[in-house]
Nanobody
């Protein structure tokens, strides 16, 4: 079993940057695919980005392509989400999730481990 803890959220102005971290404990992260999801008030949780077990394959929702970068440091048991050129519509609680069920996932169903979330607020 693995425990996930997100950090790095906060309040930033539009156009600014934040880097979210998802730290894993309990088991080595190298065998897990990891995804980032977000949920804005009154909206469904949506997929943001995913990375495979080795960290060599990534995928992004269209709305963040070119602005967000997901990366994985298996030695540090940490996954990052670098968010640049932030927009007010990026405001949400961001969650990281992990799974060994598949090597790569862009929907929530395959993920069986979730963090508690970190708030990102982008002001206009």
């Amino acid at each position: 079993q693995v425990q996930l803890v997100e950090s790095g959220g906060g309040l930033v102005q539009a156009g600014g940057s934040l880097r979210l971290s998802c730290a894993a404990s309990g088991r080595t992260f190298s065998s897990y695919a990891v995804g980032w999801f977000r949920q804005a008030p009154g909206k469904e949780r949506e997929f943001v980005a995913a990375i495979n077990q080795s960290g060599k394959s990534t995928y992004y929702v269209d709305s963040v392509k070119g602005r967000f970068t997901i990366s994985k440091d298996n030695a540090k048991n940490t996954v990052y989400l670098q968010m640049n050129s932030l927009k007010p519509e990026d405001t949400a609680v961001y969650y990281c999730a992990a799974t060994t069920r598949v090597i790569f996932a862009t929907t929530a169903a395959p993920y069986n481990y979730w963090g508690q979330g970190t708030q990102v607020t982008v002001s206009s």
